[in-house]
């Protein structure tokens, strides 16, 4: 595969699966016995440790959960961790959340939750934030800190700060939802991979800029990937409940990403004036990643929810995947061992690199507004860069788009640039695309030895680029907009 066109809002995938999701870890159970151990107390210095803090804050000011640690939950934990959420607990009470205080604490300094893994590092300094980045600044990190490091106490609950509004997890103008047609059950202990097709029944080419997915049963629903089919290939595939299993895409040729979801996302939203196309009569083929509990579950109402922009837009949208290449964009890289550079990820090795450099002759100038990486189980890195040539218009040379230095294949999604279009990254015709993904082929790296588990492995073998959970990937989703008088 080398470029796919797709004429979808760029959207934002994420997800969590496989290990973990309903089982806290065993962090949590020493974690809680910390914060068990620790008597709360809203009088300042009563009840901190000994410990020394690296602020002022926490020996002069008291810092409690309801003056000052719920309102950043809220904002920014509560939407995955409540009853019946992804999350395998709830901090939406003071009493749910206070034997996880040191755990959240902990998790919260490593960078592991919330889930987000564009970071800037040496390698990369993208030029604008995020949109909806989750991740908590300086300031909550301090509170959070000082918080556990006294003991985690309730504060009076009369007195509670204003609690800002949660995340807006629903899509609340939709004007069209698509469904999975039938009820599924899921059991057993390994991972599915289903593919719904369904017809949206678009009857004209349909202009659309927002979408949402919603998990049906947020117990088993991991993450999910909404495809165009144009050519309605798909409901060939289908069995007599309407799916058929796909893991690393829809098991269809030409088929076009739109959606991409994982727990706990806002909606995806194109910028204004840019609205991605739906030709009629296509289907729509919804991807679901089920991660089982271990009891049967049902899921009957996963659903993709679309917005249409009514007017023709000024910008065509679109989600382009470009990557996974094992032509003349291959650069050569270590452990090539035939004169030629291949795509293999040699079994045991810790450190694999392979790069890809994809020079675009044939494009119309582009803004890109939004940039996701995408790998599998092997992967433990990836950067996207930028290069001009002959850069226009006062844009870099070189510049990275985005780098997810912690991959994990359960929380991947796209992210959307901070920013009006005219700010965006440029590509110009002539300018490349760079991609850089690192693996890990070894049992140093838990998801390989829990893949290898799941296909009945114990030893890692050579890895190649493929659809399969043991094949890889490195593939950039790109979301662009183009001028629509040169979309035509
Ligand atoms: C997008 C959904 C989501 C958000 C937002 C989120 N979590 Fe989680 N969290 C999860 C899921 C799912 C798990 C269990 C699976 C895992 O560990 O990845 C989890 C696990 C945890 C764990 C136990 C595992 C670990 O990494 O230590 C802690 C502690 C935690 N979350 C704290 C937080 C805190 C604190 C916040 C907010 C600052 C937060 N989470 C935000 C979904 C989320």
New binding site residues.
Partial sequence: MFIHKSWAPAAVV?A?VA???????P??ES?SETADASTGTTESGTAGTDAPTTTDAPETEPVTWHQNIAP??VA??????HDA?????S?ESYETAKP?AA??????L?G????FLADETADCQPRHGWQDD?R?GDDELDL?RAWVDQGAPEGDPATAAPLPEPPELELTDADVRVQIPTPVSIDGDKDLFLCFSVDPGFEDDTWIDAVQISAGNPQVVHHVLAYVDESGASADKVNEDGYYPCFGGPGINSANLIAAW????TPFRTPPNVASRIAAGSRIVMQVHYHPTGKPELDSETSLDLRIHDTIPEYVGMLALIGNSEGPQLLPSEHDDNGYPEFRIPAGVENHVEQMLFKLNDVPPLRVFAVGTHMHYVGTDMLIGLQRPSPADGEPAEECLLQTPGW?F??QRTYSYDAPLDAVPKFDAGDQLYLRCTYNNSMSNPFVVQALAEQGLDAPKDVHLGEETLDEMCLAVVGIAIALKDAI
């Fill in positions: 994420l969590c290990n973990g999701c309903s089982d806290p870890g962090g949590l974690a950043i939950v920014k934990c509560s939407g995955c961790h959420g992804i999350a395998p607990f901090l996880f755990a959240a604490l902990d998790a919260a490593r592991t939750m919330p889930p989750p908590l959070l994982a727990p706990g996302m994990d359960n929380w």
